[in-house]
């Protein structure tokens, strides 16, 4: 089943999609998350940052799992994905830091870093909340859109436009990473509840045709029509195409 929450704009999404977080983590204090970077949650994140410090939210149960990584950065990488959790969440809540999980990007062995990441997610059984971002192309985690749907954590090359748009984050060409692992497409399926956030005209193509076109590994976000339980919050812009 999908729940479509109409934000106004970014700020009310986010404040919105910040409640039913804050609703799991009140309900299942030792809930699994899984989470998104990019700058769609920072918001959200800022207003769980927020209710913990008033003392109205408890993260010291929570254990986390990350959608993805670059390969080949390390943590203390302004880039990483890791860095940018401990930025925008981890260091400002009492999560235990032990308890936070990403994949490895220094692990060089592919295979290793993805079987891994995939016996993490086992291990703490499974995911109750994965949080998604949405990509201009319909991407989830850095699943694009390709033939299949892929199942477990696996590695992917970047494609050109993504490489050459995160150049200007590095020094030299060379830093730029040119793969990164993933959360894989089965793994996301058989997170519990599923929060898909959405802002921006930019997104809007996307979104209509993850929620309202046909399933395709094309579109991947178009799986989640299959998911029992998925609440997306999208502010206006972002639901202009969504006719139901
Ligand atoms: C981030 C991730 C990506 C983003 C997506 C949207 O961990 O997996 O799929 O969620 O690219 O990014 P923003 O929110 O920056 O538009």
Redesign the pocket.
């Given at each position: 089943m999908l729940t479509i929450y109409r934000a106004k704009d970014y700020k009310d999404m986010s404040r919105q999609a910040a409640n039913l977080i804050s609703a799991q983590i009140i309900m299942k204090p030792d809930s699994v998350l899984g989470l998104?970077?990019?700058?769609?949650p920072i918001g959200l994140y800022e207003r769980l940052v927020k209710r913990c410090k008033k003392g109205d939210l408890d993260f010291s149960r929570i254990t986390s799992v990350n959608?993805?990584e670059y390969k080949g950065l390390s943590p203390n990488n302004e880039q990483s994905?890791r860095y940018f959790m401990n930025d925008n969440l981890f260091d400002h809540v009492n999560i235990q830091k032990a308890r936070t999980f990403v994949p490895d990007g220094t692990e060089e062995n592919e295979e290793k870093a993805c079987k891994d990441y995939d016996e993490i997610i086992a291990q703490v059984g499974g995911i109750d909340l994965q949080l998604?971002?949405?990509?201009r192309n319909g991407?989830?985690?850095?699943n694009e859109p390709s033939d299949s749907f892929p199942k477990g954590t696996h590695c992917v090359s970047l494609t050109q436009s993504t490489i050459e748009a995160n150049q200007r984050f590095f020094e030299k060409a060379t830093d730029v990473p040119t793969k990164a692992y993933t959360m894989g497409i089965g793994t996301i399926m058989q997170a519990r509840k599923i929060v898909l956030v959405a802002s921006g005209t930019d997104k809007a193509e996307a979104l209509a045709a993850a929620l309202c076109g046909p399933i395709t590994p094309q579109v991947p976000a178009s799986i989640l029509q299959l998911h029992p339980d998925v609440h997306v919050f999208a502010d206006e812009d972002a639901l202009k195409d969504v006719k139901f």
């Open positions: 998104a970077t990019g700058s769609t959608l993805d994905y998604l971002g949405l990509g991407h989830i985690g850095f």
